[in-house]
């Protein structure tokens, strides 16, 4: 008599994760609590979400870390290509910043982890980590480095780069909740266009004069303390 082969189930770890992953990707991190996520895990100890993640912070942090590596290694395959052209072009490069975070709107739990970098990006105090701004095997690293020789000082100074992962992370967290049509390639399209556009749209003499007078305050304020 032949026999079923044996069903592995998920553990209490990946259902938390999984469980976090899709309320996150309805309503954001500020909007789902904690007992929500063990409960839509099935969880039967109230406390297992503290006891496997140590809180929302590690749980975060493991959405962020479950997906990371196939981000990382998309944009460092897309840097590459870059690199090895002799032309400087701002839409490839917005494309290496797009593209490997848009894979996964089609990946399981991929909208949630989306929901995650957006909403800690977006903060009014970003929450990133220091560390891969110096680490120059950070694919946002060498983005960045990147993106910076086509950009003018004052561009470099206001951070666009920066503006544009916020709002690339945004449009992608949006796109999320918006899914009336499965492809994605109109939407992904338009977004490295926009992207490519933010980057490459020149400060304005009204933009500068605010920056340097800005500057200037700072400079006062900082030498009469």
């Known amino acids: 008599m032949a ?13 938390l994760l999984s469980a976090a992953e899709v309320l996150y990707a309805e309503r954001g991190i500020d909007g789902v609590s904690l007992r929500e996520i ?21 749980l975060l942090r493991a959405i962020i870390a479950g997906h990371r590596p196939g981000v990382e290694a998309r944009r460092h395959e897309l840097l590459d290509a870059y690199e090895a052209t002799v ?12 593209l490997p975070l848009a894979a996964t709107l089609a ?7 989306l929901q995650v970098l957006s909403d800690l990006v977006n903060r009014p105090r970003p929450a990133i980590d220091p560390a891969s701004l ?12 990147a993106v910076e020789p086509l950009l ?5 100074r206001l951070h666009r780069r920066f503006v544009a992962v916020r709002f ?5 967290a949006r796109r999320t909740r918006d899914r009336r049509s499965p492809d994605d390639r109109l939407f992904v399209a338009d977004l490295i266009d926009l992207v490519a556009g933010l980057l490459a749209a020149p400060v304005s003499s009204e933009t500068a004069d605010a920056a340097a007078s800005r500057r200037r305050a700072r400079s006062i304020g900082g030498a009469s303390n």
């Open 3 to 15: 026999t079923s082969p044996s069903v592995t189930t998920p553990s209490v770890r990946a259902r």
């Open 38 to 58: 063990n409960a839509l895990a099935g969880a039967r100890n109230a406390s297992a979400l503290q006891y496997h993640f140590g809180g929302r912070a590690g």
């Open 87 to 98: 032309e400087d072009d701002l839409r490839a490069l917005a494309a290496a910043l797009v």
């Open 107 to 113: 990946e399981p739990g991929g909208p949630g982890y």
């Open 134 to 145: 110096d680490d120059p095997t950070d694919s946002l690293y060498r983005w960045r480095a």
């Open 152 to 156: 003018s000082a004052e561009a470099v």
């Open 168 to 172: 690339t992370l945004a449009e992608l």
